[in-house]
């Protein structure tokens, strides 16, 4: 076989790569991983399901199907995919805003959901445009999840209180709900929470490697036997439905499709960067290089043939991925196993969650919201940069007050907004040589308190020269030209990219200042750029002997029509070139 046909067999089935490397060993090791990632997922998944709305079962079966595709079609050797919490609460918010929670389209839509997403994935995969997560910045996916983290905690506190709360409310109209019957609180349902989360708090202390969720649960589930919380309203979980969900096409009309669609392509932005985060994470650790646009097609796959198997999206999971690393995964096979054990357990133990209360999962789901806010970074943050900040809150607080979906898109639009001014605005600042070495040492005039030339001007422009920077770069060039130094020179040693605008401002501006007895001149222009302006004809136009090699070339010619009776009255002798 060619080396082309190849690496495209290896493109279209990416489990190839790794299955030829499959041994005794590296089985073993998965094995062992794979039965760890089960105990670990099956109370995430119940715990999940609940909070993006769906009976529990929905959140198992996306823990079987959803990891075992994105393994076997994505990069990544590690990473484990299936319900997480971020994506639960998103879809709830996604889909309660098209049909009501409690309606029998509720599931079906979530479905049609899923397969959307899952088609943006894989279509954003066989694109190539992989490096689109780079867009959304780090901030933003901190404090879309902090808020998240606080809507699901708020979804729990009804579980937890033991009292009845309307689907739909907006966060605050939930707490204005929660207060107002606070007196209706069942002191049995607070003692199981609290039972749960002391006891995963306590085991988590004992040995992290331990399933601390699962513990904690059971811990509530043994409170709610001994205090006889099922004859004092204490709410159940109760038995998971024997058997596999069957084969069934989710609704694509084209109005269903229409109107799911904006909450569609957040799902999937916020699924890719999840998954592409966690991915990249992990392989720091392993020495693995992860290729994002496969990634791409790995989470678009899981989810387009999830929802055709009753799973809801997900996506990549930090806790269930370092647990697999952790326990020895060698590649993808420990997901197939981890499904495997939760599939028998399904099959053969449906009762598991027969006594398990809603009080429990409400205060296990309370420690997962707690361990979404990222303190640590969002601390960092706050502290380092007034801008940044500004784009947490922003996202923070957008998804409390609006929909999450426009909370992803307001995130990412407020940082694009902030960058693209960043970048608007190139620094520009007068320099001088700090030393009279050859080679001039330039350094900032205001920051190093350093002596000026009277006849040259020395400015340097670090950033791109494009037409968003066109109006700052211009404006610096009218306040110098104001100067009495008749010559300007522009050090372009830090500029990458010089468009057709720029190009036509510094012609406009050479003329001007021809007009008023001055002149600009460019030195140390990157070969790259110059190339582009020779070819595109900028260099004709704005005066080919404008244009220098090094600092010290356009002194040496400048030198020539310089005032020589201000330099002999002239005491600063700052450049080597001086008469």
Known sequence: MSDKRQQLLFRLLPFLVWAGKTDRRSLSSDIIAGLTGAVVVLPQGVAYALIAGLPPEYGLYTAIITPVIAGLFGSSLHLISGPTAAISIVVLSVVSSVVPPDSSQFIPMVMTLTLLAGAIQLGLGLARLGGLVNFISHTVVIGFTAGAAILIATSQIKYILGVSVASGLSFVSVWAALVEQLPATNGYTVAIAAATILMTLLVRKISPKLPAMLCGMTAGALVCWVLDGADNGVVLVGALPQG???????????????TILPGAMAVAILGLVEAVSIARAIAI???????????????????????LFSCYAGSGSFTRTGVNYDAGAASPLAAVFAALFLLMIILFVPDITAYLPLAAMGGAILLVAWNLIDVHHIRQIIASDRKESLILLATFLSTLVVELEFAIYMGVILSLIIYLRRVSQPRVMAVAPRSLTYGTDLRSIERFGLPTCPQVKLIRIDGSMFFGAVDHIQKALAEASLMPEKHILVICSGVNYIDLAAAEMLATEVRRLDSHGKSLSFCALKNTVKDELQQAGHIDRIGTGRFYDSVDDALEAIQSELDLAVCQGCDKRIFRQCP
């Open 244 to 258: 596999l969900p069957g084969f069934a096409l989710p609704d694509i009309g084209f109005d269903t499709l229409t």
């Open 285 to 307: 650790h392993s020495g693995q290089r992860i290729d994002g646009n496969q990634e791409f097609v790995g989470q678009g796959l899981s989810n387009m043939v999830g929802s």
